[in-house]
């Protein structure tokens, strides 16, 4: 089955910049979406079909993926987006979630 | 404004079923795919299925096969998820989202406690 791989954590100092990567086999030949989920939240998309952004996203938000990985990147990170951020990507009709990153800023 | 809305927490003991149910307002029900997630505490997200509303058509994770029925009723705007032999590990909070390119809404989850 198909697996998509992500760090269990990534620190960042307020005001640099968090990169977050998902690789799986391939992945760049598929769209890759990312989530964000903050404590007792349901996710919410911050990323989908690569490098949009939904309505509401701040711009600081970007997305790219090429080969085998995937990456989120949060410019100029604020306290606001510690959270956990996931990948996912689909294989055929499945969904397939990376196993989550945990974004400290600190 | 897009509300998926679910069912309020279920306990049930080792062996049971359990029904969640995911009410949808706002848009056309039967033009998006509903998947249902799960999350166990402390976990991360895990994919049961999709169910088309328009079709009825549904595909389930290999994990949960002959375990889960997804299905739905287009007059109520209503997803239904039913998991079935529950055991210890079924507990989690078990989310509906309305898919497209993306998992662009969610439901607010429900939990879901396995105990004897």
């Known amino acids: 089955s198909y697996e998509l791989t992500q760090p269990p954590s990534v620190s960042v100092s307020p005001g640099q910049t968090a990169s977050i990567s998902c690789s799986g086999d391939k992945l760049g030949d598929r769209h890759a979406c990312w989530y964000q989920q903050k404590p007792g939240q349901s996710p919410m998309v911050v990323i989908y079909?690569?490098?949009k952004r939904p309505s509401g996203i701040p711009e600081r938000f970007s997305g790219s993926n090429s080969g085998n990985t995937a990456t989120l990147t949060i410019s100029g990170t604020q306290a606001m987006d510690e959270a956990d951020y996931y990948c996912?990507?689909?294989?055929?009709?499945?969904?397939?979630f990376g196993g989550g990153t945990r974004l400290t800023v600190l | 404004q897009v509300q998926l809305v679910q069912s309020g927490a279920e306990v049930r003991k080792p062996g049971a079923s359990v029904k969640v149910s995911c009410k949808a307002s706002g848009y056309t029900f039967t033009s998006y795919d509903i998947n249902w997630v799960r999350q166990a505490t402390g976990q991360g997200l895990e994919w049961m299925g999709w169910m088309n509303p328009n079709s009825g058509n549904t595909g389930y994770a290999q994990k949960f096969q002959g375990r889960v029925t997804m299905t739905r009723n287009t007059s109520i705007s209503t997803a239904y998820m039913e998991l079935s032999s529950l055991r210890s590990e079924d507990t989690a909070v078990y989310y509906c989202?309305?898919?497209?390119?993306?998992?662009?809404?969610w439901g607010q989850g429900t939990l879901v406690t396995v105990s004897s």
């Open positions: 079909q690569d490098i």
């Open positions: 996912q990507a689909w294989d055929s009709s499945t969904v397939v």
């Open positions: 989202a309305r898919f497209k390119h993306a998992a662009d809404y």
